[in-house]
């Protein structure tokens, strides 16, 4: 349903705006001196990393199109997932980059120091596999959307799409490459515009949003775990920790003249608890992110399909649909704008933790700040990685049945790997002193415990 003149949408268009205008005018005194909001947002903004990245990428396009399907078949009922996973995802990407940035060593590196082989291996080879497939089904979806648009063969637009993000991640150096993965992630803000150009009940999305509706059907507890596996992915965990220790290399670099390199310390050595809470504020900035879009993905999902009896996504035109009351007949050329823009940030963090896991694994040189010639096998990997992936365009699988059985794939493996986590993040040769806390386990524990009951339950309806 549009919005008109005499509906309350207007209103709430218009107290959204006055925030924002107010938000960019507003002055405050600081040191004598008078520091703008707009200002301080800007600092903000640098001070972001690779937990922003981390969390805008959880929104890839399979998360987009699971987001979709779950609003569309079960409307509002779904909602409270965004606020209910929220704290969970911080717990678990604050223990990954904890790991990181504590021991200087990502998940598998330290797998492969404090535990036995076949642990490793398993992890390492589940890890990649799901990257590749993840990395097949996004492309697989952005390729779909392109075509609504633009009459190309899905397949020639893969080979490019493809081609161009293995060179942006060969030749550009990460500092840049993450300074525009930040920009890249605002288009996702689509979603949330959208949804002041609908009249929705918002006393019942509230409701929704803090008070659970739980069906005890397969089909529901399929799509608990499909939202759990797109939220709470397992690349993620890979790509927090080595990126912790990525930013902490470039942090040192940075801070010593090239006459004192041969000084440079291991990251370990220089933690101390300013960066902890730099990395929290990032982690939480980025799962908030994450989350935001997932709420208003949803809330658009069940007033644009399921309130007009359409349960079912079959397409990607389908899911585009949802940005309808916003952009109208262009609908389809603003979702190839944002799942494009989630594609190309997905794509990286997903080839770029594949090749982490391969290069702690085999001892090989890492870092996407690191050169080709100087990491040629890291590079290899993410090359590999994202290559190996148009075997799902080019086989034909339907975009959206592989982006959400992705999300699925990624919610039954994910517990065992968070399992790992939570006792790397308490052993103290990993960890020194800054082994978790009592609050930390509990929900990282509550966290496994969920995941897999949903998968065993499964089995049962």
Same mark, same amino acid.
């Given at each position: 349903?549009?919005?008109?003149?005499?509906?309350?949408?207007?209103?709430?268009?218009?107290?959204?705006?006055?925030?924002?205008?107010?938000? =960019?005018?507003?002055?405050?005194?600081?040191?004598?001196?008078?520091?703008?909001?707009?200002?301080?947002?800007?600092? /903000?903004?640098?001070?972001?990393?690779?937990?922003?990245?981390? &969390?805008?990428?959880?929104?890839?396009?399979?998360?987009?199109?699971?987001?979709?399907?779950? &609003?569309?078949?079960?409307?509002?009922?779904?909602?409270?997932?965004?606020?209910?996973?929220?704290?969970?995802?911080?717990?678990?990407?604050?223990?990954? +980059?904890?790991?990181?940035?504590?021991?200087?060593?990502?998940?598998?590196? @330290?797998?492969?120091?404090?535990?036995?082989?076949?642990?490793? $291996?398993?992890?390492?080879?589940?890890?990649?596999?799901?990257?590749?497939?993840?990395?097949?089904?996004?492309?697989?979806?952005?390729?779909?959307? /392109?075509?609504?648009?633009?009459?190309?063969?899905?397949?020639?637009?893969? =080979?490019?799409?493809?081609?161009?993000?293995?060179?942006?991640?060969?030749?550009?150096?990460?500092?840049?490459?993450?300074?525009?993965?930040?920009?890249?992630?605002?288009?996702?803000?689509?979603?949330?515009?959208?949804?002041?150009?609908?009249?929705?009940?918002?006393?019942?999305? %509230?409701?929704?949003?803090?008070?659970?509706?739980?069906?005890?059907?397969?089909?529901?507890?399929?799509?608990?775990?499909?939202?759990?596996?797109?939220?709470?992915?397992?690349?993620?965990?890979?790509?927090?920790?080595?990126?912790? !220790?990525?930013?902490?290399?470039?942090? !040192?670099?940075?801070?010593?003249?090239?006459?004192?390199?041969?000084?440079?310390?291991?990251?370990?050595?220089?933690?101390? &608890?300013?960066?902890?809470? !730099?990395?929290?504020?990032?982690?939480?900035?980025?799962?908030? %992110?994450? @989350?935001?879009?997932?709420? /208003?993905?949803?809330?658009?999902?069940?007033?644009?399909?399921?309130?007009?009896?359409?349960?079912? =996504?079959?397409?990607?035109?389908?899911?585009?649909?949802?940005?309808?009351?916003?952009? &109208?007949?262009?609908?389809?050329?603003?979702?190839?704008?944002?799942?494009?823009?989630?594609?190309?940030?997905?794509?990286?963090?997903?080839?770029?933790?594949?090749?982490? $896991?391969?290069?702690?694994?085999? +001892?090989?040189?890492?870092?996407? @700040?690191?050169?080709?010639?100087?990491?040629?096998?890291?590079?290899?990997?993410?090359?590999?990685?994202?290559?190996?992936?148009?075997?799902?365009?080019?086989?034909?699988?339907?975009?959206?049945?592989?982006?959400?059985?992705?999300?699925?794939?990624?919610?039954?493996?994910?517990?065992?790997?968070? %399992?790992?986590?939570?006792?790397?993040?308490?052993?103290?040769?990993?960890? +020194?002193?800054?082994? @978790?806390?009592?609050?930390?386990?509990?929900? +990282?524990?509550?966290?496994?415990?969920?995941?897999?009951?949903?998968?065993?339950?499964?089995? %049962?309806?």
């Amino acid at each position: 349903m549009r919005c008109h003149p005499s509906s309350g949408c207007i209103s709430a268009k218009f107290i959204l705006l006055s925030f924002l205008f107010l938000y =960019v005018l507003t002055k405050k005194y600081q040191n004598g001196k008078i520091i703008s909001m707009h200002d301080k947002f800007k600092k /903000f903004w640098k001070s972001l990393g690779p937990g922003l990245i981390t &969390g805008a990428s959880d929104d890839d396009p399979s998360g987009i199109a699971t987001y979709s399907i779950a &609003g569309a078949k079960f409307g509002l009922s779904v909602l409270w997932m965004a606020i209910f996973t929220l704290p969970f995802m911080i717990t678990i990407q604050r223990m990954a +980059g904890r790991i990181g940035l504590i021991s200087g060593k990502g998940i598998a590196g @330290n797998m492969k120091k404090h535990y036995p082989r076949f642990v490793l $291996v398993s992890v390492a080879l589940m890890a990649v596999a799901q990257n590749i497939i993840n990395i097949g089904a996004d492309i697989s979806g952005m390729a779909a959307t /392109f075509v609504l648009t633009v009459p190309i063969s899905p397949l020639l637009y893969s =080979v490019i799409l493809v081609a161009g993000i293995v060179l942006a991640l060969v030749f550009i150096p990460y500092y840049k490459l993450a300074s525009y993965l930040k920009w890249v992630a605002i288009v996702m803000f689509s979603y949330v515009m959208a949804a002041f150009f609908v009249q929705h009940d918002w006393s019942e999305v %509230f409701k929704r949003t803090v008070i659970p509706e739980i069906h005890f059907s397969k089909d529901y507890f399929l799509m608990i775990i499909a939202i759990l596996g797109t939220t709470i992915s397992p690349y993620l965990f890979f790509w927090q920790a080595s990126e912790q !220790v990525e930013e902490e290399r470039v942090h !040192v670099d940075k801070k010593l003249s090239p006459k004192h390199q041969h000084h440079k310390r291991h990251p370990s050595n220089i933690v101390v &608890g300013r960066e902890i809470n !730099v990395m929290y504020k990032d982690i939480k900035s980025g799962m908030f %992110f994450s @989350n935001l879009i997932m709420f /208003f993905v949803i809330v658009m999902a069940a007033s644009t399909l399921f309130n007009t009896g359409h349960f079912e =996504v079959e397409t990607m035109e389908q899911v585009a649909s949802v940005l309808k009351p916003l952009a &109208g007949q262009y609908a389809n050329i603003l979702f190839l704008i944002g799942i494009t823009a989630a594609g190309v940030l997905a794509i990286p963090v997903l080839a770029g933790s594949a090749a982490y $896991v391969m290069a702690e694994t085999f +001892g090989w040189k890492d870092g996407l @700040n690191h050169r080709f010639d100087k990491a040629k096998a890291f590079y290899t990997v993410i090359a590999g990685s994202t290559v190996l992936g148009l075997l799902i365009p080019v086989f034909g699988f339907d975009p959206v049945k592989a982006l959400f059985y992705t999300a699925i794939l990624h919610g039954i493996t994910a517990p065992f790997l968070i %399992f790992a986590i939570i006792h790397m993040a308490n052993n103290p040769k990993i960890m +020194g002193k800054y082994i @978790n806390r009592h609050r930390s386990n509990v929900v +990282g524990y509550i966290l496994f415990l969920i995941m897999s009951a949903s998968t065993i339950l499964l089995f %049962f309806l």
